[in-house]
C-alpha cells in the first residue's frame, strides 16, 4: 500500500500512515466533542509501528484526555492528531479528517451513542453502542474506563 498522509491544519505537522486504517467509526463521547469542537469525531486505528511524523514533532502537545488515555495537538494551530488508549498500546486512533484523503476511509460504527448530541441525528444505518463495542480488545469489561 502507497503512504496515507495527513497533518494539522496550519500544515506545521505532518504525518504518515504505511497501512490502511481500519476499526474506523464516529466517537459521540464528551472529550471527542470537545476535543473536535463538533457533536462526534470520525476516527480510525493503525498500529503504532505504522503511524509516523514526518514533520513538526517538536510541535506537538501531548495531553491526558482520561484515566486512561492521552491526545496530542498540533500546538500552533490547535488540531487534533491523535488519541492512544493504556488497553490498546500497540495501537493509534487518528481523526479521519486530518487525512490528506479522508474520503478514503469510511467511519462503519458509533461508540458512546449514549452521549449523542440530540441536534444530530446520523442519517445512517451504521451499527451503534451506548458505549464501547462489544470485544473491545484489550478492556476489561468488568470495569470499563470512563
Known sequence: MASMLGGCSCGAVRYSLSSAPFDAG???CRTCQLTSG??????ATVPIRHYRIERGAEIIKRRASSSFGHRTF?????SPLSIQVDYQPETIDLPIATLDEPDAVVPEFHIFWSSKVSWFPPDDDLPTFERFRPNTVGLDRTEPPE
Not at 38 to 43: L, S, T
Open 74 to 78: 498540533c500546538k500552533e494551530c490547535g
Open 26 to 28: 464516529w466517537c459521540h
Open 38 to 43: 463538533g457533536p462526534a469525531m470520525a476516527f
